[in-house]
């Protein structure tokens, strides 16, 4: 079967869910309204609360949802077949990812931009708030040491990245100043960086400006490590308006002219699938129930939900836009894994060595596996062929090999990046609202916090150095999942205590949850035998969790009015 007509197949139903089924639950359930109050106005502070341009609050929540996550999941569920992952990819994005981000940032405006863990206080019981701010604060602390690992490897990868990326960081800094001080629009601004960036691109990857010769420290995988989560600290603490907002518009305008080259090289090189439809290779793990916590982001992701309810809430200046931002970009990030299948599953290796995407792949998971658990690639090496990929696509167009493998470098690492810094600063959040809670002064600063959050990231990296991203990736997607399952279960009990129909959210969310905990036993138990403690720990102390906010919310679902 040709891969254009499967791609165009999955692209079109993911526009059939928005013009239909986002349109159902904006209009039926929520019942939106342009006039109705929202507390980017409310309370403005200027830091946090910012009431902020439809288009650039789209490319902030949108680059801030779309990090490596929907990139590697994909790549590394493709041992499976891309049949299930493309299956899972467009029918969980339609009917549960898209709509949780768009629940949850509904939600969140409605009540003063709080997370949802203070929404689980006021629609499951109030214990159940500490319960899941204790769940998010797990998830983030392994979304922060996965990113983390993911952007270190690429830098040292691919070495002509590290000047792009860096400098529009600082670029960014100049047009926040710009748009917030002087009061002028970002459009343009942004668009000028974007070219500027490419034009930088191909002048490391010709060699024309500098990289970093082997045995630089700018190779070395700890400087980034460290460096990164310095960054992270400085970049979630600072006023959203300062960095994140103008970098990620930057960010958002080169993913869309990522996505539509990649997409038209793609279709233009007219590829056929070496990846098997369903997976091949012996001694794979259980499809059912780890592909579902594999595939996180590209389907549904409590992370997301996370965005919506701790910073994107606190932006949006028309409640009517929750449609456009929630559930559009989610279908955006959709598209994007759609992309990763494709690059993986078709796209070309540029050595003599191998063929394809695909026969590195195999040829990596086939050197490692010592059993079943060995039947998933690496992070890394996921990544590794997703570039490969995907920069073959561009090379369709007439663009240099290297130039496309520093483009597609360039575009994981920003996204990855944003990604990172978006998620300590919710970390931050947390950590003040159970300062809050527990009457904890420091934690409620941001500059102690954000501190508390980025170090207890690094600690987390340096106790499973040796392991890294490839022991924490399933027990992220698992509690990624969990953390989504609860969403959808206080959208479900927000629109029962309306009295309105809430199936769309309540069947998704016992869905999901039922999958997530199989996965969630399947993984410690496997990391037990595997003798990997910290993250069995981890993984087991989540698991405890997860069940005690399951059995806290069948009791609201009693309670809650029919």
Known sequence: MSAIYVALGCLGFLALGYRFYSRYLADSLFRLRADEP???????????????????????????????????GPAMAIVWGWVPALIWIVLGVVFMGAAHDFGALVLSIRHKAVSVGSLASSYISPRARVLFLLIIFFLIWLVGAVFAFAIAGLFTAFPASILPVNLEI?????????????????????????VGLYAIIVGTATGTLWTPEPGSIFLDKNFWLISLMLYAYVASSLP??????????????????????????????????????????????????LLFVTIACGAISGFHGLVSSGTTSKQLACATDARSVGYGAMLMEAALAILATMAVACGLWNSPEHGHAWDFLQSKVAVGASGASAALPKVGEALMAFVNGAASFLASLGIPIEVGMTVVAVLVISFAATSLD??????????????????????????????????????????DYDQGAKSLWPVFGATNQVLAAFTLLIIALYLRKLGRKSLAYSLPAVIVLCITICAMVVQVSRDFLAEKWLVTSVGGLIGVLTVWVAFEGGLAWRRAKD
């Open 422 to 463: 978006t998620a300590l600063r919710i970390q931050r959040l947390v950590l003040a609202e159970l300062g809050e809670i527990y009457n904890i002064r420091p934690l409620r600063n941001r500059w102690f916090g954000g501190a508390l959050a980025s170090g207890s990231v690094l600690l987390l990296i340096y106790a």
């Open 240 to 289: 959203v308006w300062f960095l994140l907002q103008p970098r990620d518009l930057i960010n958002s305008h080169q993913l869309v002219v990522g996505l539509i080259a990649l997409y038209l090289g793609f279709f233009l090189s007219t590829p056929e699938f070496v990846a098997p439809a369903v997976g091949e290779l012996e001694d794979l793990p259980a499809l059912f129930p």
């Open 38 to 72: 929202v507390p980017s106005v409310d309370q403005e502070d200027g830091v946090d609360f910012v009431p902020t341009k439809t288009e650039v609050l789209w490319g902030h929540h949108f680059s801030s949802i779309a990090g490596a996550a929907p990139i590697l």
């Open 170 to 194: 600082l670029v960014a800094l100049g047009i926040g100043w710009w748009g917030y001080k002087m009061k002028r629009s970002l459009l343009i601004p942004s668009i000028v960086a974007l």
